[in-house]
Structures are given as structure tokens and as C-alpha cells.
């Protein structure tokens, strides 16, 4: 059993390493290269996904990166559609997250809650000024579905404010996902963001399951709030592509 631990959290370790690239300016690098050139990220690692290749999309004419403005910190100028991380390589995308041009109705996304939490969140929302909803999700060959939503306002503050008194909490969330009413903290994942301007708060549902495993996270990243949700039905969701997916969403976010 001790063996088994310390292969496990030696693969943590390596996970956190690949990922935490140490800064803006490194996240900005590594979402640019092919997943074979990433150390550890080679074909048949364990758990990892194979994503397409990655890059940040272009900013409009004399516009800075998000977290380079000192004027307005925080702001992402790029197109938010395109701030979305894609589908991995073999899975089927739920095309109906694409929303109309690319932009999901709010509703769909509020779906996601659990009544009443739906409910307080929907005039959470309202009251907060949410501008709009890009969305992406998929489902890979083992069963696991994944939903990625990025929603933006109107500054980083007002994120801040959401993300802290709103939607995370020390031990639960904020609000509720519908199908993992009970949900905790989860202070065993590594921190893969690679950035120190992203926060990130990360949620396991606990036993008993229900009909599936879910796992939740929220990072507060300027202007822009990201919900991150895997559930898998009948089987337990990896963690690898879980630290995977919030890992290269941070990046593009950064």
C-alpha cells in the first residue's frame, strides 16, 4: 500500500511539473507546441488526453494580453469563442454547446444547477452584468463528458467578487451541480495553472456517487470566470485529464 501512494504521488509531481510552467510568459510558450513536444506528455502516458494543437488566439491591433494591461488588469481583448480549449483528438463534441454563433444562452448553461441554486445563480448573474457564454464540451471513448464554460463581465473585479464570495467555498461550492449535490474541496489536486493571475478552486463529489462521478472546478482568471465539469457515469472520473483540461484552459486564458 505505502508503495502504491508513493508511485501515485510521484505521477502528481510529474503531472504538476509538466504543467506548472512557472508563469505567465511559459503558459503563453507551451500552449503553442504539439503534445509530443511537451516532456511527458509523450503518446501512452498515463490518463492524458491528446489534444490539437494549441495557440493563443490573435489580439485586436494595439490591444495587450490580458494580465499585461496595468490600465484595465485583466481584460481579455481576444474573442472569448476562441479562449475556448477544443475537443481532444477521438472524441465527440456536444456540438449544442456551440450555441448560436458560438455563443451559449444562458439558460444552457444555468442547466448545469441544481434548483434552487439555479435560481439564485441565474439573478446572481443578472445582478453581476454577464456579457456572454462561450462554451465547448465532449465526450472521450471511456465515457467521460466534459463542459467547459467561459463567462465574461464586465472587469476582473467583478469576477473577484463572483469567485470569492459567491461560487467557491473553503469546503463546498457556492451553488450546487445538478447530479453531485455533495461536493468538497479537494485539497489533494496540484495546482496546474501556471499562472499567478488565475485562481482556481477545484470540487470531488463525494460517496455515495450517484448515477455519476462528477467533478468540478472555477477559476477566476480577469474578466473571465471559467466552469470546468467531467462526470462519468458508473466509473470514477481520472484525475490525470481532469488536472489535464484545467491545466491548458488556464494556459489559454493567461
Do not use: C
Not at 507546441?33 to 488566439?57: I, N, T, Y
Not at 441565474?122 to 465526450?139: E, I, K, M, P, S
Not at 470546468?228 to 466509473?235: D, F, H, I, N, P
Amino acid at each position: 500500500m505505502k508503495r502504491k501512494r508513493a508511485v501515485t504521488a510521484l505521477r502528481w509531481i510529474a503531472v504538476a511539473a509538466v504543467f506548472a510552467v512557472g508563469g505567465t510568459a511559459g503558459a503563453y510558450g507551451i500552449t503553442r507546441l504539439d503534445r509530443e513536444d511537451v516532456p511527458g506528455l509523450a503518446k501512452g502516458a498515463d490518463g492524458l488526453w491528446e489534444f490539437p494543437r494549441l495557440s493563443s488566439p490573435p489580439l485586436p491591433a494595439d490591444s495587450p494580453a490580458p494580465f499585461a494591461d496595468g490600465d484595465q488588469p485583466g481584460v481579455h481583448h481576444a474573442d472569448l469563442r476562441a479562449l475556448v480549449l477544443p475537443a481532444p483528438k477521438g472524441a465527440v463534441e456536444d456540438r449544442a454547446l456551440r450555441g448560436s454563433d458560438g455563443w451559449l444562452a444562458t439558460g444552457d448553461f444555468l442547466s448545469e444547477y441544481a434548483e434552487p441554486d439555479r435560481s439564485a445563480l441565474r439573478q446572481l448573474l443578472v445582478d453581476t452584468g454577464l456579457r456572454h457564454v462561450a462554451a465547448r464540451g465532449w465526450t472521450t471513448e471511456d465515457g467521460t463528458r466534459t463542459r467547459v464554460y467561459l463567462l465574461r463581465f464586465g472587469t476582473a473585479a467583478v469576477v473577484d467578487d463572483l469567485y470569492h464570495r459567491h461560487l467557491t467555498g473553503l469546503d463546498v461550492p457556492g451553488h450546487r451541480v445538478r447530479g453531485a449535490e455533495r461536493a468538497a474541496y479537494n485539497v489533494d489536486l496540484p495546482d496546474t495553472s501556471g499562472s499567478a493571475e488565475i485562481r482556481r478552486s477545484v470540487y470531488d463529489e463525494t460517496r455515495p456517487y450517484g448515477a455519476e462521478h462528477v467533478r468540478q472546478a472555477y477559476l477566476s482568471a480577469g474578466d473571465v470566470l471559467a466552469v470546468v465539469l467531467l462526470s462519468r457515469a458508473g466509473a470514477t472520473v481520472e484525475t490525470v485529464p481532469f488536472l489535464q483540461t484545467l491545466a491548458l484552459q488556464s494556459q489559454l486564458l493567461a
